[in-house]
T-cell receptor, first 110, second 114 residues
Framework: RKEVEQDPGPFNVPEGATVAFNCTYS??????FFWYRQDCRKEPKLLMS???SGNEDGRFTAQLNRASQYISLLIRDSKLSDSATYLC???????????FGGGTRLMVKP | DTAVSQTPKYLVTQMGNDKSIKCEQN?????MYWYKQDSKKFLKIMFS???????INETVPNRFSPKSPDKAHLNLHINSLELGDSAVYFC?????????????FGPGTRLLVL
């Protein structure tokens, strides 16, 4: 079983749609949680950190359920520019060594 | 004024060769990392390094070695390259090594071993 699992997609949605991604992680000792975004042939960039209390940043909302070891990302009012791969990331090691999921690909269409 | 830079951007080489990838960050960060992203797009940590300790992912072959001439640089040396080493290698840095630190990634180096 992979340490961080995501549905690879692709999720094809029209502009303006709301889309949700889920992620599960296997290590209950995981200490911190993130969503990163990676555009095609580019480097990953932090989208948002995911705190136990949840986190909202504009159209993006992230939730964490430690009991179920489950992380979610909700994108409202999708834009064409949201098309990318969304990487679920956890940290449970010393040295801040991040563990990445395989990513969920989102394609927003006109 | 790139924050994290890597050279070269592309690297094509033969099996058995030894090569290096350079990474520099101008953010004043204390911790740097190397990641490998394979053909299936899985991104895996290879090393975490600050001036106090080097942490190595146990799955990384000892043909790979990081070298840090100073706090702003973490180069990756690869000996006896193999076909399976073909991948995109990303360097990253963070202010410190705390668990909530944001990591900033370089643009990647695309390595192809023939």
């Amino acid at each position: 079983r992979k340490e961080v699992e995501q549905d690879p997609g692709p999720f094809n949605v029209p502009e303006g749609a709301t889309v949700a991604f889920n992620c599960t992680y296997s290590n209950s000792a995981s200490q911190s949680f993130f969503w990163y975004r990676q555009d095609c042939r580019k480097e990953p960039k932090l989208l948002m950190s995911v705190y136990s209390s949840g986190n909202e940043d504009g159209r993006f909302t992230a939730q964490l359920n430690r009991a179920s070891q489950y992380i979610s990302l909700l994108i409202r009012d999708s834009k064409l520019s949201d098309s990318a791969t969304y990487l679920c990331v956890v940290n449970h090691n010393a040295g801040n060594m991040l563990t990445f999921g395989g990513g969920t690909r989102l394609m927003v269409k006109p | 004024d790139t924050a994290v830079s890597q050279t070269p951007k592309y690297l094509v080489t033969q099996m058995g060769n030894d090569k290096s990838i350079k990474c520099e960050q101008n953010l004043g960060h204390d911790t740097m990392y190397w990641y490998k992203q394979d053909s299936k797009k899985f991104l895996k940590i290879m090393f975490s390094y600050n001036n106090k300790e080097l942490i190595i992912n146990e799955t990384v072959p000892n043909r790979f070695s990081p070298k840090s001439p100073d706090k702003a640089h973490l180069n990756l040396h690869i000996n006896s390259l193999e076909l399976g080493d073909s991948a995109v290698y990303f360097c990253a840095s963070s202010q410190e090594s705390g668990v909530w630190e944001t990591q900033y990634f370089g643009p990647g180096t695309r390595l192809l071993v023939l």
